[in-house]
């Protein structure tokens, strides 16, 4: 009897196990049938997307139809619509709305993933049915290039300009990224909401047909260079939710005639401005405090300056070469300045800002006996000084203070800081070469001085300077426009040399003592004595079309072809492993190869490199880092090969 127990025992656990697998074989079923790409469920949730997609489409089709009707110049593809504005060609300045304005009845699901660009509906998403049921539909479903809110450099996103040349971003969008819309044919008019909230570097430059930007509220940071050579942009309206411009942002906006700047910006950086030379008048509102050095520079027809009572700190290069300026209108409420006799003061009348034409009597200047430092920029503009006299007071003197136009210079012999001698300014100690000022062909230098200033003989006509044993080091564009200085000797004791130090110059020979041990020249070209790194070509700025750097070299040094404008090939070695930030202004240089041994690109290597579309790395994506460089067309002119 207990064998027969067990056996029924047995006999009941089997059937039980076979009915649940029978249970579950059938609950398979019944969730497939309900939840499987043909499954009940699933067909029921796609037909009701494929409802509410309908119905948003013919809300639109509707919308279009009757803005036509209201105005035949309506163009239905500059229509954009999302979760903050609604923009089109007719529409006019009071108008409000957004995409609710369409579709009066959008649920909140699709308030979030649906915009109109370009006069279509557009639907952001991840979800599997609403991308198949939208498809089916013919609605475009993330067809740009935007991740995280960041739109990104690549060439789907150029598509977002519309027939016009008018270029709408949508809402979803946070962040232009470097370099998204540089040097984009027919670019004519951006409209950016207030969604977006940072313009990164190069985001807009070298658009020359650019007319207008229009910025919304909520717009809070300008890359740099992010307009810059934009050379029809005629007006710029900031919202005043902007807090931050960084440096050349609007560089040589040539047609640049009218900007009105954002109340929450405090500081104006670096070159913002620099060489927009249509600009007449500037108001420095309330709010700003700060104005870096030559954020204005070259504006050769401003000829007005408002100062608020806000601004605190103006750099003495902010307005260099304003050839016109002449009217300075300061709020009797700022402390901070002084305006004194065609002098603009400031830190207790110890720094001249400003020099105006009304100051200058004859070709003589005469520094006030308060003024302690002679700063950058302040002399470059007044062609018509030739003669400097220098007080006790000055014990600063800045690199580029006193401009080529200055052939005479007197200093108070009782200047604890500075001293004359055969035609040029130095230290009392006669160590460190300030300034050249004679008119001699042949440039002597004190047989005791070790280092030579920035900028020292910028724009003399000397055949031959001698460099006596004792100098050290040479700063940045020491020969500048020295357009008959063509050979150098340097001495055995030189062991600083600025990359820069014979820029824009027509040095094309330079000879080293074979004793230093620092620097070689090999193949004309300047080397460390080791002659792995290449610091650069001795050839004058823009002789150089085609170069090739040697096998062997580890590193391209700061500043190697700075400026070689019309460079258009460039081979590296298979050798090299760092690239310092050495091609900016290589205007002509349309592509570059990196070889494979390469692991580090200076941040700022390809700046400025207008026409440079293409860079191919033999690395996988992001293997060195800092992508894009500052190449002006950021992201999308990078290809790795992965």
Known sequence: MVKLQKFNNGVTLIALVITIIVLLILAGVTIAMLTGDNGILTKATKAQISTELSSYKEQLELYKTAKTAENMEFEPVSLTAGKENISYNTKSEEETGNIKTIMPDITNEYYEIVEVIKGELILN??????????????IEVNPYDIEDGVLLSSENNLLLMDETGTLTLPDSVTVIGEGAFSNLEGLKKIIIPGTV???????FAYNKALEEVIMLDGVEYIGAQAFMQCSNLKKVKMPNTINEIISMAFYACQSLTDVELSSGLKTISSSVFGSCTSLTTINLKEGIEIILGGAFYGCKNLETIEISKTVKSISSSTFAECIKLNNIKLSE????????????LANNDTQIVIILKSAISGNKFIIPDTVTTLSNGILTSLTNITSLEIPKSITNIEARAISKYITEITINSQNKSYETYENAVYTKDGKQLIRYYGTNNNAKIKSETEIIRAYAFEGKSIN??????????????VFTSCTNLKSLTLGKNVEELNGLFIYGSAIENIIIDEENPNYSIRNGALYNKEGTTFILP???????????????????????????????????????KTIGDCFNYCNKLSKIEIP?????????????CSSLKEVIIHKKKDEIAGSPWCNPYGDKAIFWNE
């Not at 494979?596 to 400025?608: E, H, M, R, S």
Request: glycine letters at 8%; one cysteine or more.
């Open 538 to 576: 001795v050839k004058p700025q823009g002789s150089i079309e085609t170069y090739e750097i040697p096998e062997g070299i580890e590193e391209i040094g700061k500043y190697a072809f700075h400026n070689q404008y019309n460079l258009k090939e460039i081979k590296l070695p298979n050798t090299l």
């Open 333 to 344: 409420e700022n402390t901070n300045f002084t305006l004194k006799d065609g002098l603009l």
């Open 596 to 608: 494979i041994g390469v692991t580090n690109i200076g941040t700022k290597c390809f700046a400025y």
């Open 125 to 138: 998403t991840t979800d599997k049915n609403m991308i198949k049921v939208a498809q089916s539909l013919g």
């Open 197 to 203: 909230k940072r313009i990164e570097r190069n985001a």
């Open 464 to 477: 031959t300077v001698d460099l006596p044993e004792s100098i050290r080091s040479i700063g940045n564009e």
